[in-house]
């Protein structure tokens, strides 16, 4: 639902954005009624869970369970009509996500993961790149709004261009992360991303066989990397902390 409310307003011309945090920092009308649609939906079958929404904030639950809430990843591309855009939501229990699902209503594709049970798109079982080279390798990345991250970023993107096949960036890291699960990227690496970007996406690459890490142990703020387990170690080294 939350997706098809993207689709038609993505259809229906360039939807007007106002800046967050910085110039490239976006907000649309359509972020806001993303996370209504979902939130109703939560509220109705899952009342008594918590949710943490990017643009609603904190809303305490008395279950356990709190989800995760990006109700549209991408928000840049949505504004040009670049299709590349998601609605991300992960459930977490003590801190640890359980359930991820990633909606891509553009291809009309959903990826989904539960803890142990491996991850699927539209149903099909997803297998994450065994690929063992880095030159062989096809890597996504994705850029800050804010301008001095940006400026680390590329200086590292020029250093990861110089030893993998080639180097992408959608502007979806929930994106990203489903299709290095999906085997259509060997790898991903951000900086500067925040819980709801990478929340589903994360668990939908680890569950599909990929090696997921961060900075220091899992993902974390300053550092998400999903790939082929083979070339985690030297794409490690080449994008985390110096
Ligand atoms: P968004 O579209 O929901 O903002 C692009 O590099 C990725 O980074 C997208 O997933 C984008 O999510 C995210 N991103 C960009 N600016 C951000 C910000 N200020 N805070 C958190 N995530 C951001
Ligand atoms: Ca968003």
Redesign the pocket.
Known sequence: MAGDLLLRGAAAGRPAART??SP??LVTDHDRRSEECVVELLRTYRPDDGILG?EGGERPGRSGVRWVV?P?????NFVAGYPAFAVSLAAERAGVVTVGVVHDPCRGETFAAIRGRGATCDGRALAASRVDRLAQALIST????DAEVRDRQAACAARVVRRVRDLRSS????LDLCWVAAGRLDGYY?AD??PW?RAAGVLIAQEAGAWVGGAAGPPDDALTLACAPAVAEELRALVGPE
């Open positions: 967050k945090s490239a920092d990017e990006d549209l990843d991408g928000t840049a994705g850029f800050s709004s502007g979806s890291a929930a951000e991303l925040r970007d």
